[in-house]
C-alpha cells in the first residue's frame, strides 16, 4: 500500500515539473520553466532543511551531544541523499526487489527480523540484504499495517515473523528496528512476554522517550510518540529492568526527526551516539550493520557483552 503511494507521490513530481517546464518553454519563457523545475526539485531538501532548523532551535542537549551549525549542515546535506534515495526509489519501487531469505531447515546462522519506522516500509534495508544473504544470514523484513494505526497493533505481525524465523533457524532471533520500528518491538515484547525468543534487540534511531517533534502528530501511532505520552509511560511501566540490558540503542545529535538526541537512548542499554548523523542516513551508517554482525556472531546468552 505505501509501496503504491509513494510511487504516485514520486511520479506525479515527476510529472507536474515535466508539465511545467513544457508549459513555461513553449511560451519562450525558459527561465521560468528553469525555476519552476528547480523548485519543484527543491520540495524535499527544504522539509529537511526546516526539520534541521528547528532541531538547531530545540538545541536543549547536554554539552556532549550539542551540535553546532557546520555539524547540523553536513548533516543535512547527507539526509537529502539519503531520504531522496528512500523515499524516491528503495521504497516505491525497490521495495520487493530482495524477498526474504528463510532456511528450509535449521542451520548454524541465526536469523534477523527488521522493522521498519513511520511512513516506510521494508524497502529501506533493501541496500542490507543483499548483504546478509550473501554471507547466509536469514533475515525476514517486515511490512506494519495499518500505516498510521496503534503501534500496539504490530506486534502481532512481528510475532509472525519471529515465530517464522524461530522454526528456521531454531535459535533465538536478532531483530533490528528503526525509527518507530524500535517501539513497534518493545511493544511485541510487552505484549508477548518474549524475552527468551530475542537473542538481542538494536534500535537506530527511535523515540524511546518520545520525540519533540511529535507534538504536531495526529495521527495515532504519532501521537502515541509524543515527548511523554500516555502510550510511551504505560510501556515503560510494564517492562522489566532487566531487559534493557539486551538492547542497543544508535541515536545522534544531528536526528532531525528525534530530538533532543537523549530521548532516543535507553536506561540499562548499551547507548551509541553516531554524532552528525541524519535519521534516515543512520540505517546506511557502517557503524550500525558492524553492530549488526557482532550480535550475530555473539553465542547465545552473550549478545549483551
Not at 79 to 103: I, K
Not at 135 to 162: H, K, M, Q, T, W
Not at 241 to 253: E, I
Request: proline content about 6%.
Amino acid at each position: 500500500m505505501l509501496a503504491r503511494l509513494q510511487q504516485f507521490i514520486v511520479l506525479a513530481g515527476f510529472a507536474l515539473a515535466a508539465g511545467c517546464a513544457l508549459y513555461f518553454a513553449q511560451g519562450g519563457r525558459s527561465i521560468w520553466a528553469g525555476l519552476v523545475v528547480l523548485a519543484l526539485l527543491c520540495g524535499l531538501p527544504a522539509v529537511l532543511g526546516l526539520e534541521f532548523i528547528l532541531l538547531g532551535i530545540f538545541r536543549r542537549s547536554g554539552a556532549a551531544h550539542r551540535p553546532g551549525v557546520r555539524e547540523l549542515v553536513g548533516a543535512w546535506r547527507g539526509e537529502v541523499a539519503a531520504a531522496a534515495r528512500v523515499f524516491c526509489w528503495l521504497q516505491p519501487f525497490r521495495s520487493n526487489l530482495e524477498p526474504d531469505s528463510v532456511p528450509a531447515q535449521p542451520g548454524g546462522l541465526r536469523g534477523v527480523v527488521l522493522v521498519h519506522g513511520l511512513f516506510c516500509n521494508r524497502g529501506i534495508w533493501t541496500p542490507w540484504l543483499p548483504r546478509l544473504r550473501t554471507s547466509g544470514v536469514p533475515f525476514i523484513a517486515v511490512n506494519l499495517e495499518p500505516l498510521f494505526g496503534s503501534i500496539d497493533r504490530y506486534a502481532a505481525a512481528i510475532d509472525s515473523a519471529v515465530a517464522r524465523m524461530e522454526v528456521a533457524t531454531g535459535q533465538p532471533v536478532l531483530l533490528v528496528g528503526h525509527s518507530m520500528g524500535g517501539l513497534a518491538i518493545r511493544a511485541w515484547l510487552d505484549a508477548f512476554g518474549a524475552d527468551a525468543r530475542v537473542h538481542r534487540v538494536i534500535t537506530i534511531a527511535t523515540p524511546h522517550q518520545g520525540t519533540w517533534l511529535a507534538r504536531w502528530a495526529h495521527t495515532t501511532n504519532g501521537k502515541e510518540m509524543r515527548l511523554g505520552s500516555d502510550w510511551l509511560r504505560g510501556l515503560q511501566a510494564r517492562e522489566p529492568v532487566s531487559r534493557q540490558q539486551h538492547v542497543t540503542c544508535f541515536f545522534s545529535n544531528c536526528d532531525n526527526i528525534v530530538f533532543p538526541a537523549e530521548v532516543a537512548t535507553l536506561a540499562g542499554a548499551e547507548n551509541r551516539h553516531l554524532p552528525g548523523t541524519g535519521h534516515v542516513q543512520m540505517v546506511f551508517h557502517p557503524a550500525v550493520f558492524d553492530e549488526v554482525w557482532r550480535a550475530l556472531a555473539a553465542p547465545a546468552g552473550r549478545a549483551a557483552a
